[in-house]
């Protein structure tokens, strides 16, 4: 009953392994696929697992791999008769396995029992009056926890799933005619997959989305803006803010999100689901009235087990307090008048980047092993990019830094600029100091745009590309040799710039034109070959 990992890109085989798993009574493991390989394994065999189920595509990456066995699904003998029962399990049985950051840049496994699962399933179920006429769409990424949900919920309800084209995973235009043409009537995502979806629709609100009824937000904070603008496409969609740490079961603190919420500053993070009790604490452990700010503890049955393999973790974040084990969510908060609550933030040093929860203090640690770098720290920038800081007798470039950590990192925790400076900032207390970190950024910035040189293209279409970026991602202090990600853009900036290139130019680039190829110079070649 060891967990069975799952590596493979978006495709039908997500769903058919996940149930594979709960008919075997092994644990179901989505593995995120920007893990490097070396941490992939690692992972994986900490976690005892002795199979990964994978994909044509993924094969390669297990070249030389022989503790593990690798089973590619798409070559497997279906011609078969295979026993199909279900193998009986118990409730304290693991249902799943999910991957959270860890301090190290290498991931923490978090283990969830059938009893978890289950409780969350039911009442959301009940919540949703779900049947086995829904349609789930499985947009948000596999190996987060949401999206177990996605892959569960069709084998309790009877409804189905259905699964964007793996090469389409970030298209909002593909979105758009998946949700339409299957009758999508549940959605569930961070809030930047429905803003980029929103946003794509902005000029084009005339779509029938009539069967979408169920918009269930988590991850990341709400805006009520988007809800706002969302409710006047989505007209009979019914709008619930989701939450609560992969350690506590997909989703344990849900709030329906009102006309209300959507005039004020907030989104409420709301009251636990049933069988799930929240607490927000003081320092010394005590139940904080209204409106004072604590710490938020979860307690209930769909509290993890732990970290698997990392019992000195495990011991430090699940705690008993007054003879209840509790999670210790690391978020700060308070309670509403009418015993909602509100999250405010983080106590540490972990942030939020598109829904995927991210340790700075891991990054600093593998960009610490890089020759040459004595010192490093990281911040999250008002832009919400990654920016590396390092010490070091000379430059590294960042083709060198980004070729250590693309072997250590998965893609998203990689930044997007780093700057070298004479010593690390510390605070009176010994801490980083990521304000001076900040300045020094803004410093850098300036001190670039002043000295560059930029050489004389005459090109029309890249200066007016240029403007554009500075414009829709609100940063006059970019420079035509920037990257779209050096910028400080993400996907929604680049639908916004999608929208005005066809607008200006009467020319259809896609999201991946943008992404996967990030130069202005690349952009203004594919707008002057597309208008010939």
Known sequence: KEPVAVFMEKCAYMPISALACLM?????FPIDLELPVEQLIACVRRANSKVILTTSRQMEKFNGIEDISIVNVEELDYSKQYDTSFVRIDGNDLAFVINTSGTTGTPKSVSITQNALVNCLIETEKRCAMTNKDRLFAITNYCHDMSVYDMTAPFMTGSAVVVPDADHTKDPFHWKEQLISHKVTFWNSAPALLEILVESLRDKNDYDFGNLRNIFLGGDRISPSLISKASEIFVNAKFCSC???SEATIWSIWHDITSEDMKSEFVPYGKPIKNAN???????????PPYKEGVMFVEGIGVSKGYIGLDEETAKRFIYVSGKRMYDTGDR???????DIRILGRVDK???????????????????????????AVILNERKSLIG???????????????????KLPGYMIPVRYIRIDSIPLTKNGKIDSNALAKAEANFIEETNNSQV??????????????MCKDIIGNDDININDTFFEMGGNSIHAIKLLTRIQKQ???????????????VSYWSNLITENKK
Request: net charge negative; glycine share 8%.
């Open 505 to 519: 130019y009467g020319v259809y680039l896609t999201i991946y034109d943008i992404l996967n190829t990030p130069e």
């Open 243 to 245: 939450g609560g740490p």
């Open 333 to 339: 908060g308070y309670y509403l008048a009418n015993g």
């Open 278 to 288: 929240y607490y927000i604490l003081s320092s010394d452990k005590k139940l904080c």
């Open 350 to 376: 972990q942030v939020k980047v598109n829904g995927k929860r991210i340790e700075l203090d891991g990054i600093s640690e593998a960009m610490n092993s890089i020759d040459g770098i004595s010192s490093s």
């Open 389 to 407: 800081f390092y010490t070091s007798s000379e430059d590294i470039s960042k083709e060198d830094i980004n070729a250590v950590l693309a072997k």
């Open 454 to 467: 930029v050489s004389e293209r005459d090109n029309e279409i890249e200066t007016e590309l240029l403007e």
């Open 24 to 28: 075997s009574g092994c644990a179901y």
